[in-house]
């Protein structure tokens, strides 16, 4: 399975290596998004017919490769480590597939739930590591995918209130239309009131460590930097939550109509 010796083991050859054992050991519908370059790799499938893709990525940090898996409601030409329209991770170095299963769902290693073959979650290119991943590549497929369905659907009305709310909030935003990579925090704190929103409730979800769709959605509680304690999103006002990831909004406007189909379906 691996390159011969004289064969450099770059992330072009990595892409193709995993490709290959992603049809073959997980599903044959996983696709190369050739959107994401450099030291990203990612490839995506339709689950089924509401369009909602699984998402296998990989970042290369120096001679490491780190896994992650998502469920999303589109398909990003960017490397954005998350967004309030997925769960689980993306490109991510500090939740790699094997972390997902604990912070996502209280299972580690050993417990009930868990793979027993082993997960995994990252490391150098070795002699033995595409053995390794014909071997466990399948555990976020067979695992974690149900887990994030099932949990999503549990949260499907609120979150196709708040893709609503989002795209209103788009066409009546009395500002410069946001770009994702800015820092619009004071911006949107400013423009809260006006826009109808709770600048305290905006401010908080600025400091959610993951404001994704799970912990928007309030399936899981959200952890917020400064804090001890976790908050549970669904007690807060559903539209300033969605002013607070206003960027996203805009980042994806073309799309929203697309997600609230991919939700309602679901």
């Known amino acids: 399975m691996d390159p011969p010796a004289n064969e450099k083991r770059t992330t072009a050859a990595w892409r193709k290596?995993?490709?290959s054992i992603?049809?073959?050991?997980?599903?044959?519908d996983y696709e190369v998004?050739?959107?994401?370059r450099g030291r990203f790799v990612e490839f995506t499938r339709r689950v089924d017919v509401s369009g909602i893709l699984a998402s296998y990525s990989f970042v290369r940090v120096r001679d490491c490769y780190y896994s992650s898996f998502a469920v999303t409601l589109g398909l990003w030409s960017y490397p954005v480590l998350r967004t309030p329209f997925m769960a689980g991770s993306r490109f991510d170095s500090n939740r790699t597939i094997h972390q997902l299963f604990d912070q996502d769902f209280g299972v580690r290693r050993g417990a009930e739930g868990f793979p027993p073959s082993g997960v995994w979650s990252f490391g150098e290119w070795r002699n033995n590591t595409l053995e390794l991943l014909e071997d466990r590549l399948a555990a976020a497929e067979t695992h974690l995918l149900p887990r994030y369905l099932a949990a999503l659907r549990s949260v499907r009305p609120r979150?196709?209130?708040?893709?609503?709310l989002g795209a209103e909030?788009?066409?009546?935003?009395?500002?410069?239309?946001?770009?994702?990579?800015?820092?619009?925090?004071a911006l949107l704190l400013?423009?809260?009131?006006?826009?109808?929103?709770?600048?305290?409730?905006?401010e908080c979800m600025q400091r959610v460590r993951l404001a994704d769709a799970?912990?928007?959605g309030g399936a899981l509680p959200c952890c917020v930097y400064g804090s001890p304690a976790a908050i549970d999103a669904a007690r807060l006002d559903l539209r300033s939550v969605a002013f607070s990831q206003l960027v996203h909004f805009f980042e994806h406007r073309d799309d929203l109509s697309g997600f609230v189909s991919t939700?309602?379906?679901l």
């Open 169 to 185: 909030l788009c066409d009546t935003f009395d500002g410069p239309p946001l770009r994702f990579g800015s820092d619009h925090r």
């Open 22 to 28: 992603l049809r073959r050991e997980v599903h044959p």
């Open 159 to 164: 979150l196709v209130e708040f893709v609503g």
């Open 190 to 202: 400013e423009r809260a009131a006006d826009s109808g929103c709770d600048p305290a409730v905006v």
């Open 17 to 19: 290596a995993v490709h």
């Open 33 to 36: 998004n050739r959107a994401v």
């Open 214 to 216: 799970l912990r928007i």
């Open 263 to 265: 939700l309602r379906t």
